[in-house]
């Protein structure tokens, strides 16, 4: 339970980051990363199996980059959903989704989290 909440708090402390350095994407404040972080935890969680299979076919076909698409797509999915959390269009939402994965990576080899 305690790696839950330190994932969950060190995503929404990554979300803030990313909405600092790609300029089509908002948080209003430290809250709003946190409710946002849950719900793409969430969005992530349930519908992204279902994505993976469903778009199968395109991933192998493109070599896997059409999941940088479904990242992308549910981004927008989590900014729709939460209040606060603005995502302007496809290209922020592919360059946020990406640069958080890979902070999210980042820290997870240096902390082991």
């Not at 549910?74 to 989704?97: E, H, I, M, N």
Request: proline share 3%.
């Amino acid at each position: 339970m305690l790696e839950f909440l330190v994932h969950w708090v060190v995503t929404a402390l990554l979300l803030l980051v990313v909405a600092r350095v790609v300029s089509g994407i908002q948080v209003e404040d430290d809250v709003t990363a946190l409710l946002a972080a849950l719900v793409l935890g969430l969005v992530n969680a349930l519908l992204r199996p279902l994505l993976v299979i469903l778009t199968l076919p395109l991933t192998v076909l493109t070599l896997g980059l059409f999941l940088l698409v479904i990242n992308a797509v549910l981004f927008l999915l989590a900014s729709s959903l939460v209040p606060g959390f603005r995502v302007r269009g496809f290209g922020a939402a592919l360059l946020g989704s990406l640069l958080l994965s890979l902070l999210n990576l980042a820290v997870s080899a240096v902390f082991g989290i």
